[in-house]
């Protein structure tokens, strides 16, 4: 049966023979107990799951041995025996523990020159600082956006890793292999680190010794640039400068790229939920736009010289200043596309029967967001075009509204329809404990057990989403002014830790969003419905 169902699985005649033999399924018919047939069968499923989920070659698992049959009498040939349970499970342990050593180093080493990386951004800002000021003549909105799409995909990689532990099948809601697993991303994500923040520290080195370099100033930074488009290109499943193979990966990356390319063409395509969430996520990066456009001028003007004040800059170039406007407005347009394609599309397939259903209201509200929120971009950008001598106050004052209106809309949007946080069956402290659990635990201890129970038909305890929506609260504060290009509330250099926050942001929201999208699915509408409220009986949930 094993060898039907796995056929790369090679046992030879001789094998089977002594496997039957050996068999308690044939002992019991001697005699034998029914609990030995039970546990052969135990071991058969745990077998049979541990080819099928991993894949893991037959070198990894096949035991060269020589079996002994019942008496201790050893055979004449040699042949590969079935592995026990227990070996299988320590070959997985091992497994585990390699891979988790080396994810664990090239975690530790990217948070370490991420952190060093920033902190350096940061002090180049004060003229004091020597050589390394020359960062911000040009070259940090260069790496500003590596720095963005490298942290994105560290967060996306996070958030992958919470769906699997907390059994979220997100594979299926956003329509991805399932080759796409957090360790794939990872390994992918490490790579760009290591050569997006090592182009930065060794640029950081030239500047401090520039005898000691021979190429350009330009080609590091250069090189910082491309690697993330790079990397999500690589032909191959193994990623350079790292050691796993990824099955997949290679072919995953290039359909997550059309699916980008499809987004950018939002108009002609209808919206998935991959797509919209790619343009969510894109809304969060506005100054990614921003900083690509900069960093492709400065290389094909060649005008590193003049930096934020030369050719590629507002005040120096009427056309760069009229791409730079419509990059900052284009991520919400995007979205705003797709909200009014699904309305479009929920007409055609609509009936007759309700004029107006419930999901063309639904993507009508979306677009009055993504319109509000582009009428701030517009506002802001008028306030910068404005003449140093004509007064701007009444756009000062519409800013202002429109920053509290749309920050206000935005954070009631992702807590009652993108979380559906307001539909949840809240556990009640107290609720369901026994008399005597009752009368000997404090208020205290019964609020706890309250907040670390996972509500019915969702995946999380209860804790996970009181903490998000107040997390989303505080983000949002900051969200106005990074969204806002030409603003002159916060000096640049703080631009880098807002837009930080606000992926950081983002990627609590996917956690989220894409669990409720796999709640309200056929296949978790099944699974949840097995159980209503689960206590976490001890550990945290990740």
């Not at 001789?14 to 039970?38: F, I």
């Not at 590969?80 to 530790?108: M, Q």
């Not at 952190?115 to 004060?126: C, E, N």
């Not at 005898?211 to 250069?222: D, E, G, K, N, W």
Request: hydrophobic residues 45%.
């Amino acid at each position: 049966k094993l060898c039907e169902e796995h056929p790369d699985i090679m046992l030879s005649k001789s094998t089977a023979v002594v496997l039957e033999e050996k068999s308690p399924l044939r002992r019991q018919s001697s005699g034998g107990s029914s609990a030995d047939e039970q546990q052969t069968l135990k071991d058969y499923e745990a077998f049979r799951d541990f080819y099928s989920k991993e894949k893991l070659s037959q070198q990894h698992h096949s035991l060269a041995s020589t079996p002994e049959d019942q008496g201790g009498q050893q055979t004449s040939h040699r042949t590969t025996a079935w592995p026990t349970r227990g070996r299988l499970r320590a070959g997985y342990r091992d497994f585990i523990k390699s891979r988790a050593l080396v994810l664990g180093f090239g975690l530790g080493a990217s948070s370490t020159m991420l952190l060093v990386s920033v902190f350096i951004m940061w002090v180049s800002y004060d003229p004091r600082s020597g050589a390394i000021h020359e960062l911000v003549n040009g070259y940090y909105a260069i790496f500003r956006a590596a720095f963005l799409v490298a942290y994105w995909a560290l967060i996306f990689g996070t958030a992958q890793f919470i769906w699997r532990r907390c059994n979220v099948n997100y594979h299926a809601p956003l329509g991805i292999s399932r080759d796409v697993t957090y360790t794939s991303t990872f390994t992918v994500v490490f790579s760009s680190f290591f050569l997006v923040f090592g182009s930065f520290i060794v640029f950081v080195l030239q500047l401090i010794a520039p005898a000691m370099f021979t190429q350009p100033l330009q080609v590091l930074p250069l090189v910082a640039l491309v690697s993330p488009l790079a990397l999500l290109l690589w032909p191959t499943d193994r990623p350079p400068l790292f050691f796993f193979v990824s099955p997949g990966s290679a072919a995953s990356h290039r359909f997550l790229f059309g699916e980008v390319l499809a987004t950018v063409l939002a108009p002609w395509h209808s919206p998935t939920f991959l797509r919209t969430f790619i343009a969510d996520v894109l809304c969060s990066m506005p100054k990614l736009f921003m900083d690509l456009l900069f960093s492709g001028c400065l290389y094909y003007t060649g005008d590193f010289e003049g930096g934020l004040t030369g050719q590629c800059s507002v005040k120096g170039s009427r056309a760069y200043g009229l791409a730079a406007d419509v990059l900052a407005v284009l991520p919400f347009f995007l979205r705003l596309c797709q909200s009014l394609r699904g309305v479009l599309d929920n007409l055609r397939r609509d009936t007759g029967k309700d004029a107006t259903p419930r999901a063309t209201r639904k993507h009508l509200l979306n677009s009055t967001k993504y319109a509000a929120s582009i009428s701030l971009v517009v506002v802001s950008i008028a306030k910068g075009n404005a003449p140093p001598a004509e007064s701007t106050q009444g756009l000062d004052q519409a800013w202002l509204l429109l920053s509290v209106g749309c920050t206000a809309f935005n954070f009631f949007w992702d807590v009652a329809v993108d979380w559906a946080v307001t539909e949840i069956s809240w556990p009640r402290p107290g609720v369901g404990d026994s008399e005597e659990e009752e009368s000997a635990s404090s208020p205290s201890s019964r609020l706890a057990r309250a907040l670390n129970t996972v509500p019915a038909g969702r995946c999380y305890p209860a804790w996970v989403y009181a903490a998000a929506v107040v997390f989303n609260g505080l983000a949002r504060f900051g969200w106005a002014v990074y969204v806002s290009p030409r603003q002159t509330v916060v000096a640049q250099h703080t631009i880098l830790l807002l837009a930080a926050l606000e992926l950081t942001r983002r990627g609590v929201w996917s956690v989220l969003r894409v669990e409720l999208e796999y709640a309200k699915s056929a296949e978790g509408e099944r699974e949840l419905r097995k159980t209503k409220e689960v206590f976490l009986e001890a550990g945290p949930f990740l």
